[in-house]
């Protein structure tokens, strides 16, 4: 393509016009040719064909043309200020573009559905998480004349996390544990699950043995101080939840040293390796007894058992709780699960599992009516209660509370049994109150009852009145018993004594066979009946105070409804 002409001389002469001339000619000669292109578009050419950048005319106008159709006319009428409005974001502020004021809103609005995403998924997981653990599972068995109940903690819960076996001692000392029940720790900590643990002094408020509490050495009794320390084993919990046992003279500095660190002493291991080691006399001698027992067990996967049963009951048919020893705790245990490891925990009256605020075994302590506060506790529950979880709390815990009642009531029968109480009433009082005693097909075999005229014991199987009290005699199998005493009663009518018996009379007493001689004693016998007036015959002997030969023993009989006289024995 020809240039134009742009070196120019300094002066202007031929060559400048020279070159100006034909710069003109040219600048006419492009602007017909651009003319001739425009006239041709204009009558040949279509919109589809002219390009503009990557898109066409056509193309470009089809776009702008829909632009103008989607705006919304304002309420002013004014179509210019309402596409300026459609610029403006949600946040007020002036886009080039409505597109790019669209795209920020758009990001917006999705950073807000991302954000409203987590919060659901987090709700979500939280409505899926309680502040229970679901996965705990518990149930009731009997064996050996004892009720036992079986506590089953997994591993892991539903979502692969480990279920933490935590260590628990209340107060802001545990150097000196504040003591309260198993249940009052259930409900202040929300725990799934709560047991007793160590033994300890309650006056000192000490536990025993060698205590690690959260990786910190407790200040507790050893076996310098109570000799039967020395024979206990201590049991050691893993941050993974395993499970290990200790020899008596393994010190809790060594065993914190080994990566463990949380201790309880109880008494000793029951089974180990799947085998039963429990022996006689062993840690304690109330290991063959039969007592009320706590242990924690291990599965081969790490799952954690619990083990609780009752006992001290054994005077009454239909109340019966031996108890086991710790042989029969452990075979109890192995009827159940493939155990590799169980520890004897605390037990007797301490024995607690609580699930969900209320317990399951049943208590001991003040007639079998109260549970009995303890030192320290091993437990499981969430880090975080959600304000919903206290409803189910409450339910719980209510759950708990007619559990107690219960408990109460059922202590109260048993200790009503066994009752040492100095009073017992019985309202309704008149002619007839009485007990019955019945077999167990419920025949009536006995019966004591009391009226206003005494008391009685009736024997159903003889249909006889075995003992009877009246104001004035007692009566055994339809004979009235005789009046004896240490002092005999005093007399004044010797003629009409009614019961058999010794009794004193004056020498002015009507009958006496000493008559303003001496005092006498005299015993009276009923041959043929209990009374005198039914009797047809009867005996009297009567021995004198007088201190002289001329006064002597004498007697004297009843016949025909008449004493005969006194004669000399």
């Not at 000192?204 to 407790?218: A, E, S």
């Not at 040293?257 to 840690?283: E, H």
């Amino acid at each position: 393509m020809e240039r134009y002409k742009d070196n120019f001389p300094r002066k202007v002469n031929d060559q400048f016009r020279g070159n100006v001339i034909q710069n003109a000619r040219m600048s006419q000669k492009d602007r017909e040719t651009l003319y001739k292109i425009a006239r041709e578009y204009q009558q040949d050419k279509k919109s589809s064909e002219i390009k503009h950048g990557n898109s066409t005319v056509e193309k470009e106008l089809k776009s702008l043309r829909n632009q103008v159709k989607s705006q919304i006319i304002g309420a002013n009428g004014n179509a210019t200020a309402e596409v300026k409005d459609m610029r403006v974001d949600t946040k007020g502020q002036l886009h080039d573009l409505a597109q790019d004021r669209l795209n920020e809103d758009f990001n917006r609005i999705g950073d807000i559905a991302d954000a409203a995403k987590e919060t659901a998924d987090v709700l979500e997981n939280k409505m899926n998480s309680g502040a229970y653990y679901n996965e705990v599972s518990h149930f009731k068995g009997r064996k050996f004349d004892t009720t036992y109940y079986i506590t089953h903690i997994p591993h892991l819960d539903s979502n692969g996390n480990i279920i933490k076996l935590r260590r628990g001692i209340n107060g802001n000392d545990p150097n000196k544990p504040e003591h309260i029940t198993p249940s009052q720790w259930a409900r202040k900590t929300k725990a799934t699950f709560v047991s007793n643990a160590s033994t300890g002094s309650g006056s000192q408020q000490k536990l025993h043995g060698q205590q690690i509490y959260n990786g910190q050495i407790l200040d507790s009794i050893k076996g310098d101080e109570y000799d039967e320390l020395n024979s206990r084993w201590t049991l050691a919990i893993g941050d993974d939840n395993s499970l290990t046992s200790f020899p008596p003279d393994v010190q809790a500095s060594e065993i914190r040293n080994q990566g463990y660190n949380n201790t309880v002493s109880g008494f000793g291991p029951i089974i180990s390796d799947g085998k039963i080691i429990a022996k006689d006399n062993d840690y304690s001698p109330s290991t063959i007894l039969s007592h009320p027992r706590q242990a924690i067990a291990q599965l081969p996967n790490k799952d954690l058992i619990f083990f609780s049963c009752d006992g001290r009951e054994n005077n009454a048919d239909d109340m019966i709780e031996k108890g086991m020893t710790l042989t029969e705790v452990a075979e109890t245990l192995l009827d159940h699960y493939d155990i590799q490891f169980a520890y004897n925990l605390d037990g007797g009256g301490s024995a607690s599992s609580v699930v969900r605020s209320h317990k399951l075994n049943k208590s001991m302590d003040v007639r079998k009516t109260e549970e009995r506060k303890v030192l320290d506790f091993l437990y499981i529950g969430r880090d975080t209660v959600q304000l919903r979880d206290q409803d189910m709390q409450n339910a719980y815990q209510d759950i708990g509370e007619v559990r107690d009642m219960v408990q109460e009531v059922r202590g109260m029968l048993y200790s009503f049994r066994r009752t040492s109480g100095k009073e017992f009433g019985i309202t309704g009082y008149d002619k007839y109150t009485g007990y019955l005693s019945f077999d167990e097909e419920g025949n009536p075999k006995k019966k004591f009852y009391m009226g206003t005229e005494g008391f009685r014991m009736f024997d159903y199987d003889t249909g006889r009145t075995w003992f009877r009290v009246l104001p004035d005699f007692m009566q055994f199998m339809g004979k009235a018993l005789a009046v004896n005493y240490s002092a005999p009663p005093h007399v004044t009518d010797l003629n009409n004594i009614e019961l058999g018996g010794t009794y004193y009379a004056q020498r002015s007493a009507k009958g006496s066979p000493y008559p303003n001689a001496s005092s006498c004693v005299v015993t009276q016998y009923n041959i043929t009946y209990s009374l005198k007036d039914d009797d047809t015959t009867a005996f009297q002997f009567a021995v004198p105070f007088a201190r002289s030969q001329n006064v002597r023993m004498k007697r004297r009989t009843y016949a025909q409804g008449a004493w005969s006289s006194w004669v000399d024995v």
